[in-house]
């Protein structure tokens, strides 16, 4: 049975990379002949190519398509044709009997696509003869633009499943359709993958125990509480975020996704803000904690979703004084709820798995 894909995989975001990763090699694990829609929108391509500002960021931007594109071509397998539109994909798909799967990431966020809803993350395309499954859509931490009220719910009408990643999102879905669908709470694809050594490159971990950094925010309370950890835990810090951390710190921020990953799964600590960051620091069992954003607090729902639903929301700090060394420094213990991620995984595959009979 063919599966088509179509997600946010030509960007330079490991997040969103890596998701497109393993929901393909989960459903080629599963026996699916699973491809990714080599989609490439305007202005997505305008984002990953335009130069950066000044010499030494395009340089570094130069060199992270690089990484990315290496990554890509190893790793995923795409469609052999590129899709610019939305009409591309509709004309290449017109009588297709197959699957489609739209998701995982923000695909029905309208801030990151052009402010506007992409019909192509909606599966416009697909004919009646397809078969459209959304999986752990998300839109962020925004909400549907109810001045498009009628032309989403009739866009979501058309699934035969849905699943969104966030209790937000699952709200949301209901409230636009008037209750009339009733979607899904499911995993990260990142997180129903078990096996990520196909793409783990350990060249850059070094020795001696690290902390690794990465946050998606340029906020000097986060860097007020990077140093508090590193303080407490007197061991280096590598950065993987583009901002700087205040401490002295090694900054790899346009490396290979699979040293991106390699330097993730030895890491001693994790500090971070990101989703995919906690869910890395969770599916490669390392000691972390999250600290809240402090713009666009929207986002750390999509955390808090994830850290609730395993009883780790204890891992979470919205302040300084919420850190507290001798409960947040010491081994998680994360044979206490691989019972509940175990379960939270099944249901996700479950889902997915019976969407696509």
């Not at 997040?15 to 202005?43: E, H, M, T, W």
Request: include cysteine; charge should be positive.
């Amino acid at each position: 049975m063919k599966v088509y894909i179509i997600n946010f995989h030509h960007v330079l975001n490991y997040g969103a990379v890596l998701q497109a990763y393993a929901l393909s090699k989960y459903l080629i694990n599963q026996g699916f002949d699973a491809k990714i829609i080599d989609y490439r929108p305007y202005y997505f391509v305008f984002q990953t190519y335009r130069p950066a500002k000044g010499f030494t960021k395009t340089y570094r931007k130069i060199v992270m398509n690089i990484n990315f594109y290496k990554f890509r071509k190893k790793h995923f397998n795409l469609t052999d044709k590129i899709f610019y539109s939305e009409k591309g994909l509709k004309k290449h798909f017109n009588i297709s009997r197959d699957a489609f799967v739209c998701g995982s990431d923000q695909v029905w966020n309208a801030k990151l696509t052009n402010d506007k809803i992409d019909p192509g993350y909606f599966l416009d395309f697909v004919p009646l003869s397809g078969r459209k499954i959304a999986y752990a859509a998300s839109i962020g931490h925004t909400k549907f633009n109810l001045d498009h009220k009628e032309d989403i719910a009739s866009r979501l009408a058309t699934f035969h499943k849905i699943s969104v990643r966030e209790d937000f999102a699952k709200n949301e879905v209901e409230d636009i359709t008037e209750n009339k669908l009733e979607p899904e709470v499911v995993l990260d694809p990142t997180l129903i993958l078990s096996d990520y050594s196909e793409v783990l490159d350990l060249t850059l971990v070094p020795k001696e125990p690290y902390m690794v950094v990465y946050t998606t925010e340029n906020s000097n309370i986060f860097r007020k509480y990077v140093k508090l950890v590193q303080e407490n835990l007197g061991i280096r810090v590598i950065n993987l975020g583009h901002y700087h951390t205040g401490i002295d710190s090694i900054s790899y921020t346009n490396i290979h996704p699979s040293k991106w990953l390699g330097l993730f799964s030895k890491a001693t600590y994790v500090c971070t803000n990101s989703f995919h960051g906690t869910a890395f620091s969770i599916i490669l069992k390392r000691n972390f904690t999250v600290f809240g954003r402090q713009t666009m607090k929207d986002l750390n729902r999509r955390q808090l979703t994830l850290l609730s639903s395993i009883g780790l929301e204890d891992r979470f700090i919205n302040k300084l004084e919420d850190f507290n060394p001798l409960n947040h420094l010491k081994e998680m213990g994360y044979e206490k709820i691989q019972s509940e991620i175990d379960s939270l995984v099944e249901n996700s595959r479950k889902f997915l798995l019976d969407s696509l009979k």
